[in-house]
Every structure is written in C-alpha cells, then in structure tokens.
C-alpha cells in the first residue's frame, strides 16, 4: 500500500498516536480544503492527515468542500485514503459502537458539489461507480480487523443524506426498504470524487447511534459521543494494523 491518507470525521479531528512532523497549506483549483494537511507518522509509517470538518470542526456536512480535500491530497501524491466516518445503524447488526467497512452506497444528497468534470464540457466523462469503494483497502481493512480482533461488519450499504439535521423515522423506513444498512452524511461525494481524481478511498464507519426511529428514545448527542470515543479507539488499533500490513 502507498502512503495513507485518513480523512476524519467526526470524533476524530485528530489522531493522538500521530506524531507530526509538519502541517501544509494548499490552495486548490476549488478553493480551500477543511484545513492544512497534517504529515506524521503512526508506529513508524508514514501518513498524511485531515480532518473532513475543520481542525476545530466548524464545517458542517453539506458545506465540506469535498473537491478541495481530494485535490489537496493527491497534489502531495496520496493515492490511498481511508474516510472514517461517524454513522447511525439501520439494520439490526449495526449496532452502535461497531466499526463497518461498507462495501455500497445509496446517494440521498442534493446540491453539493459532486464532480470535477464540468469545467471542460468538450467531453463527457462517466466514471464506473459499480463498486464505489477501492477493494484492495476493503480488504485491507477487514484483514486488519481480524488481526486487531475489532471485527469489523464487512459490508452494508451506506445511505449518504443531506444533513445537516437528522432524519425522521420516516425516511429511514424507506432508507430500509431502499436496502441502507447504515446512514451518514459526509460519504457523498467524496467517494465519487475520489474516483473521478482516480484514487483507491474505502470507508470505515464507527455506528455512533441507532437511526431515527429504531429506538423508542429520540437521538441522544451525549450517548452519540460516548460511542464514538469507544469506536474511535477500536478505529485507532485497526489502522495500527493496517500500517503494520505492509511492514511484514
Ligand atoms: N444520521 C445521519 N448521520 C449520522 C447519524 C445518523 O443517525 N449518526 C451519525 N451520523
């Protein structure tokens, strides 16, 4: 595997094992990125970091600007990244506090930036999406579950809404019928986007709560919280294993 990068997202605007050895400002094509580019390394490998929401989480969902992150990323060389994202669990194995590496998405954003091709209109570019996430990292990841014994869910359908509200349990009734298995709000379009820049992203999601409706209670941002402290530790011991991978 090539250098890593690792987009975070919420519970993880930062990575206390990263040592850092020095933080980069780019300026994109499409404005700027959440914030400046962390190198460091984690156990000794290399990997670039950067928090999806701003290094003080200011930016919500619908306003990342999704292409300038990537760009960002690929104009230091990163050709790997890993997305981890906070997300509710629809279905009954996605049980807050576990860790999911899905394997498909379903699109319910509007309104977001979500190519970079349409600037040059002499051509027509359709990226294949069949499998929108890189398999090799998929694969990564669920090796370095095994070995880490975080046990991963290895696969479900990722369903990316508008935010920044929740949804009505409604919604995730038809999320359901549709085949989500989970739901978030930062997975589209970077995952597109990162196809079209040609890039090998997978996603490893931390089940933070139950989606609206699932549970009698309404969404609790404390018990939201606490599950992502605990999913953002088992977060840290896979991508320990996932660096070490290429060291044996
Ligand atoms: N819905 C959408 N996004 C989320 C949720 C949710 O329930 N939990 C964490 N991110």
Not at 88 to 102: C, Q, T
Not at 157 to 162: I, L, R, V
Not at 191 to 208: D, G, H, P, T
Not at 210 to 222: C, E, H, L, Q, Y
Request: hydrophobic share 40%; aromatic share 6%; proline share 5%.
């Amino acid at each position: 595997m090539t250098k890593l990068a690792i987009i975070g997202g919420t519970g993880l605007d930062e990575i206390p094992d990263l040592e850092i050895t020095h933080r980069e400002v780019c300026h994109t094509p499409f404005g700027e990125p959440s914030a400046a580019l962390t190198h460091g390394t984690i156990s000794g490998h290399e990997v670039v970091f950067l928090p999806r929401h701003g290094a003080s989480h200011m930016i919500p969902p619908h306003l990342v600007n999704y292409r300038a992150n990537l760009w960002s990323l690929r104009h230091v060389g990163i050709q790997t990244i890993l997305g981890v994202a906070a997300v509710g669990g629809i279905s009954a194995d996605m049980v807050p506090g576990r860790i999911v590496i899905p394997d498909q998405i379903i699109d319910y954003t509007f309104g977001r930036e979500h190519t970079i091709f349409d600037n040059d209109l002499s051509h027509v570019v359709h990226i294949d999406f069949t499998k929108p996430y890189c398999e090799e990292l998929r694969q990564a990841l669920l090796e370095a579950g095994r070995l880490s014994s975080v046990n991963p869910v290895a696969g479900g359908t990722y369903g990316a809404t508008q935010g920044p509200r929740l949804e009505t349990a409604a919604e995730i009734l038809r999320m359901e019928r549709d085949g989500c298995d989970i739901v978030g709000m930062t997975g589209m379009p970077e995952a597109a986007l990162a196809r079209e820049f040609n890039l090998c992203y997978a996603s490893c999601a931390v089940i933070s709560n139950w989606a609206a409706g699932k549970v009698d209670s309404t969404i609790n941002m404390r018990e939201i919280e606490m599950n992502l402290i605990e999913g953002m530790e088992q977060v840290k011991s896979l991508l320990v294993e996932l660096l070490g991978q290429d060291a044996r």
